[in-house]
């Protein structure tokens, strides 16, 4: 089992920066691949970013509407991932939640956090 932990959310106005962190405890090897998804009210969850567990930092995959202004990481433990959002919109208000994905004996699991709160209004 992994029990994943957000935090960093808040309210900041358009243009500003948010740093959100996620860290998993429990048994969090073999996590492959680490990401944040979001839900603003009445519109669809969607995939924020995503980030592997390779070498060199990690393949990452972004969506359409955050590229260029959120940068998705992992710690140096691999248990750990962040996402460093700049030039914040309106449109970024969302729950945000971290997910990760545990390959064991070639069988992915998923697991949730409990969702961060991002608020973005003047």
């Known amino acids: 089992q992994v029990q994943l932990v957000e935090s960093g959310g808040g309210l900041v106005q358009p243009g500003g920066s948010l740093r959100l962190s996620c860290a998993a405890s429990g048994s969090p090897f073999n996590l492959n691949v680490m990401g944040w998804y979001r839900q603003a009210p009445g519109k669809q969850h969607e995939l924020v970013a995503t980030?592997?567990?390779?070498?060199?930092?990690?393949?990452?995959n972004y969506a359409d509407s955050v590229k260029g202004r959120f940068t998705i990481s992992r710690g140096n433990a691999k248990n750990t991932v962040y996402l460093q959002m700049d030039s914040l919109m309106p449109e970024d208000t969302a729950v945000y939640y971290c997910?990760?994905?545990?390959?064991?004996?070639?069988?992915?699991?998923?697991?949730w956090g409990q969702g961060t709160q991002v608020t973005v209004s003047s």
């Open positions: 997910k990760a994905t545990q390959v064991l004996f070639g069988k992915p699991y998923d697991y």
């Open positions: 980030i592997t567990s390779g070498g060199g930092g990690g393949s990452t």
